[in-house]
Each structure stands twice: as structure tokens, then as C-alpha cells.
């Protein structure tokens, strides 16, 4: 099995689909990562940003594998027909049996632009589960997965990031993977990574391919009717 995550910038796979990654590895899914854009607009200090940037992307994802660097322009993702073309040629290469990433109500053009690409190359060939959006906002997850015991290493992940001032990132996935995972009623300080499938055929289901997602926990515990 091969699942194939496309992030737009160089710390999104980190951000929105790390811990999802870890499990999908630990179950020997081979895992391929390919990052869109060069992010050159992802901070102004910098004048080898593009380079710094795959850099803190290969330090950060080395736990998973070596991520695939399309180069495209930085927040211009979409604007000509060569970037899915680009696209296509990577995802034809691979053909992996899922792919995950964003969602096209996203708060980001290139993260928009890209999951629509995604969804029109893939057609009926590959089925594509849609990563969290930024702070959740118009999204409405079918999927949830406990990320807590690779929670510390996603940090870790998103620390490599030094230019693009990680502990922001850290404060988000820090309430966002905690409310996905209150969301279940898990235990309060587990993490949760939450996803949406959209099923057109012949992707009616894709639980063979995915871990199992987050246990429930009943709502009455130890009668106490209690939340977390
Ligand atoms: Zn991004």
C-alpha cells in the first residue's frame, strides 16, 4: 500500500498531517511526500530562504521519508497550466493507492488551488482524504485519528521550521488536535488529527486503507455524565 500526502508549503505536511503519517508508517504503508510550492514568500529576512526551507522540511519529515520538491511560486499555485501538469506527472509516477491533502475551503489560495488540482487529477484513479483546515473553520471531519503518542515528535517536526517562527504553529496544533480529539471525548491532554473523505466511485470506502480511528469513550463515565 502507498499513500502519497501533498502539502502546499514546506511545513503543511507537518502541520496538518504528521501524526496520521506516523501511523499510516507504523502500519508498513509506504509513505511518499511531495511539497508544491518553494515557499519563498514564507518569510522576508532570508535571502536563501527556498534553500533553508527544503532544508528544515527534510530535517523535519526524516522520521517519514525524503519529500519531493515541486518548486512551484510560492502563494501563485494554480496559475498556469503547467503546475498540474507538474502535478500529474508526480502522482501518475507514484500511484499510490491514497492521497491525502487540504481542503479546497481552506484559508490559503495555494492550499485551495492545490486540493482542487488534486481532486480533478485524481478523478476516479486515486481516492483523496482532506486534511484539517486552518483552526478547523468550514470544516466537517468524517474521520479522526489519536495522535498522542506521536504528539511529541510532531512538535519536534514543526520546530525544525526555525524560519518560519514554529511556536505559533505549536499553539495551534496544541488546540486544534486537542478539540478534534475533545470532539470524541477523549482524555483531556490526548491529540486527535481529524480528515474528510468524500466518497465518489469506485471509492465507496477506504477503511482498508486506513488505521483505526480514534476509540470512543462514552459519555457517561463512572456516572459522572462528565466531558474529558
Ligand atoms: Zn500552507
Known sequence: MKVLAIGAHPDDIEIFMYGLLCLLKKNNIEIFMIIATDGSLG???YNNLIQLRKDESIEALKRIG????????DSRLGDEYSHKDKLRHEIDEISPDLIITHYHEDYHSDHRNLSKLVKDISSHNFPVLYCDT??????LPNFYFDISEFFEEKKEAILNHQSQKPDRFIKLIELMNGYRSAQCNA??????EAYFFNSSFPFANINNILPQTIKIRKFDIDGNYGFL
Open 66 to 73: 525524503i519529500p519531493k520538491f515541486l518548486n512551484l511560486p
Open 187 to 192: 482524555k483531556f491532554g490526548s491529540f486527535a
Open 134 to 139: 486552518m483552526m478547523g473553520i468550514n470544516f
Open 43 to 45: 518569510g522576508k529576512k
